[in-house]
């Protein structure tokens, strides 16, 4: 009878270790699966549309990634889930977040487009006065036309990028209204009379 009671409890001590160590196995499949959720995010574009839900994601990863180093498996498989989650969040939120960037981009545009127009209506009103400028005009009317066309097509791809650009092109139209509102505010020359004879 002591032989089966010591058979007995070496073989539920044996399984008991088995069952230990069956838990005590590093979440691979976890973190695999929250490996790809990251990299879909990223290709999503959650680090730029996005970037708190991914930055959150990021470190909800790195928890686990520091659970494993720990070989704490548990709590790093909990960890993997809630990163792959939170990736999985970011990259939704990144299409929500990068249709608003395209359509504050091309709004900005836009509004760049007609003040353009009015600016270059402006330089005909005042073509007289502009002679000592001329030369810088036309150099930054071709500046903006290429700037302008490259901010529309990047505005699909990259509207983070498009609405810096319409920044910069910005920055030109007001250069060109004060100097525009300068001039107009400058007397003009009397003709000059001929001489009496």
């Known amino acids: 009878m002591r032989f089966f009671r010591s058979v007995f409890a070496l073989t539920l001590v044996l399984a008991l270790v088995a069952f230990l160590g069956g838990c005590a196995k590093p979440p691979e499949a976890e973190k695999a699966a929250a490996k790809a959720a990251m990299d879909a995010a990223v290709g999503a574009g959650a680090d730029k549309y996005a970037a708190p839900d991914f930055a959150a994601a990021k470190k909800a990863w790195e928890g686990a990634e520091a659970q ?12 993997y889930l809630n990163a792959k989650a939170a990736f999985d969040k970011a990259a939704a939120a990144a299409a929500t977040g990068k249709t608003a960037a395209v359509s504050e981009a091309t709004a900005a545009l836009a509004v760049l487009e007609e003040g353009w127009k009015e600016l270059s209506a402006t330089a005909k009103k005042l073509e007289k006065k502009l002679k000592d400028q001329k030369d810088a005009w036309e150099a930054d009317i071709k500046a903006f036309e290429e ?14 990028g498009a609405k810096k650009k319409a920044g910069e092109l910005k920055a030109l139209l007001d250069k060109w209204d ?6 107009a505010a400058v007397p003009e020359k009397p003709a000059k009379k001929g001489k009496k004879k």
Do not use: R
Not at 68 to 79: D, I, L, N, S, T
Not at 147 to 160: E, I, M, S, T, Y
């Open 147 to 160: 700037g302008l066309k490259a901010a529309k097509d990047a505005v699909n791809k990259d509207p983070l």
């Open 68 to 79: 494993m180093g720990e070989k704490k498996y548990e709590e790093a498989k909990q960890g």
């Open 178 to 183: 004060a100097a525009f509102k300068e001039l």
